[in-house]
């Protein structure tokens, strides 16, 4: 049978592999305990003894990690550690190396936080359509917060900086311990019928979970959710975060910042105003003066208006005589038309008529005259051979010859024929000078 | 704004937002004279009415207290010398 001999360590190297194997097993572990023999030399690093009732288990937290921390470890407090293991070699100890530390019974109260914060989530209470806006520039405002403490002060500090023209209305309440719920809660309700008020803020300094606790309870959660008003929560610092946070309109994370969300920066807005009334006065300007030119523009035109107007003048003398000329070339011809037609006029003239007609009238009177002295010549002259004719065949010069005329008496009818007598008739006989009346005495027909 | 709580007259910042609108219009534009005289005109008006709204409220910080018959009242909350 060999003998096998064992791997023989030396202190050195087998320390180094426990510290080896327990840094690596370790190199994350969540440990609790009881804090004791706690010292803080001139390093500020914590050195101290996790124990409990079976073991104890030296720990060291160096001054980086826990500088930011709230919480101070005290002799004798239950704490949780988070850290890694590891050796010191030289004397041959383990320790924990702490990175992070809290009290004990915080676990409790986180997770009552959690409940309630998923509880009012899936009833709504967080919704962002619920959120309200902030008012541009609020008159009044109210602020809920402890009178004494330093988020007052904080406050108004920045306020006043900002824009002094806002009335503040501070509501008293405490802000921590189991009597400030409901007197948060009831300051709200208080506060959203109070006249003038237009936004509400909930403002409180730092402080760890149990003493920010009273603005995580449900009574102050729904008292902002019922809150009409918009509801600004600043509440702890930057990395705390409460359920009055949640459900608020806007969540601020120091009251500082809160008065910079509420209280517009008025310097600012004067300054805005005054760019404003400048470019104002510079477009409106811009505008008058883009008319001006305009204006002078078209008024640069005018000399030369004025010179057109002349030469125009010119042009309509010099037309106005072409016109004149023309139009008295044109009226030669109609004139002497005109002169014609009163010639053919006066030659239709009645009065011309009238004395020619009046010439001829006497013309015609004058050969009428005429005539009638040579037809009355004629005339005489037929008359006088008439005459002369006439007494040739007077009947009664053939009486003169010794011829009679009988004519019966008393119608003195000619008698031509002797047999129409009878005897006795009563005759007159004419002779060339005288008659006798006689009786017949015998009628013969010889 | 919160319901409730409208006031009549044209809040601060619809003023100033109307002032914006006058600008642009003015600056961008293409209008007769007479309507940039009357936009003009509103502009410097709504600059007065902004001025004196900034100016209106004067500062005023009060405590507000319960007496013992539960009514409200109000008293000045001291500020700190120096503030």
């Known amino acids: 049978m060999e003998q096998e001999y064992p791997h023989i360590y030396t202190v050195s190297s087998l320390t180094r592999e426990i510290r080896e194997r327990l840094e690596t097993h370790f190199s994350l572990v969540w440990v609790s305990g009881e804090v004791s023999n706690l010292r803080q030399p001139l390093s500020g690093h914590y050195y101290f003894t996790l124990k409990d009732a079976g073991a104890q288990l030296k720990a060291v937290m160096f001054k980086g990690n826990h500088l930011h921390l709230r919480y101070k470890p005290q002799e004798g407090n239950l704490i949780l550690c988070r850290g890694r293991l590891t050796v010191y070699e030289a004397r041959g100890d ?11 019974g915080l676990g409790a109260l986180a997770q009552a936080f959690e409940a309630l914060k998923e509880r009012l989530a899936a009833e709504g ?16 405002l109210a602020l809920v917060t402890s009178p004494t403490g330093a988020a007052v002060r904080d406050f108004l500090r920045l306020q006043q900086v900002r824009c002094p023209n806002l009335e503040v209305l501070i509501y008293p309440v405490k802000v921590q311990g189991p009597d400030a719920a409901p007197d948060i809660a009831a300051a709200l309700d208080t506060l959203s019928a109070y006249p003038g008020v237009e936004v509400i803020v909930l403002a409180r300094g730092g402080g760890s979970l149990e003493d920010l606790w009273p603005f995580n309870e ?24 409460t359920i009055a946070d949640f459900v608020a309109d806007v969540r601020a994370p120091t009251p500082s910042a809160a008065a910079a969300l509420v209280a517009p920066d008025k310097g600012e807005l004067l300054r805005r105003l005054e760019r404003l009334a400048v470019s104002l006065r510079h477009g409106w300007l811009r505008r008058l003066d883009a008319a001006r030119r305009h204006l002078l523009l078209s008024s640069r035109l005018l000399p ?20 004149a000329r023309r139009v008295r070339g044109r009226l030669q011809e109609p004139r002497q038309e005109v002169r014609l037609h009163a010639s053919r006029l006066y030659l ?11 010439q001829r009238l006497e013309q015609a009177g004058a050969r009428l005259l005429g005539h009638w002295r040579t037809a009355e010549g004629q005339r005489r002259r037929h008359l006088q051979y008439l005459e002369s004719h006439l007494a040739q065949l007077n009947p009664l010069a053939i009486l003169k010859r010794g011829y009679a005329v009988a004519s019966l008496l008393p119608e003195e009818t000619i008698i031509r024929d002797a047999a129409l007598v009878s005897k006795g008739a009563q005759v007159r006989v004419r002779v060339a000078k005288g008659r006798m009346d006689c009786e017949v005495h015998e009628v013969s027909e010889q | 704004m919160a319901k409730g709580k409208k006031p009549v007259e044209a809040t601060f910042e619809a003023q100033l937002k109307r002032l914006e609108e006058v600008l642009e219009a003015l600056e961008h534009g293409d209008l007769p004279l007479e309507e940039a005289l009357r936009l003009f005109e509103e502009g410097v008006r709504l600059v007065k009415a902004c001025h004196q709204k900034l100016d209106e409220v004067e500062r005023r910080v009060e405590l507000l207290l319960k007496d013992e018959s539960g009514r409200f009242f109000t008293r000045p909350f001291p500020e700190e010398e120096g503030e």
Do not use: M
């Not at chain 1, 209470?125 to 009044?140: D, H, Q, S, Y």
């Not at chain 1, 208006?305 to 010099?318: A, C, H, N, S």
């Not at chain 1, 239709?348 to 009046?358: A, C, E, K, N, V």
């Open chain 1, 94 to 104: 383990y320790q924990l190396i702490v990175d992070y530390l809290e009290p004990l």
């Open chain 1, 348 to 358: 239709l003239s009645p009065r011309r008529t009238l004395t020619l007609t009046r």
């Open chain 1, 218 to 241: 449900e009574i102050v959660a729904r008292a902002i959710h019922r809150c009409p008003l918009p509801v600004v929560s600043a509440v702890g610092h930057e990395v705390d975060f």
């Open chain 1, 304 to 323: 030369d208006l004025r010179r057109t107007v002349v030469t125009l003048r010119l042009k309509v003398d010099e037309r106005g005589e072409a016109l």
């Open chain 1, 125 to 140: 209470l967080f919704a962002p359509e619920l959120k309200k806006p902030l008012p541009f520039l609020p008159r009044r």
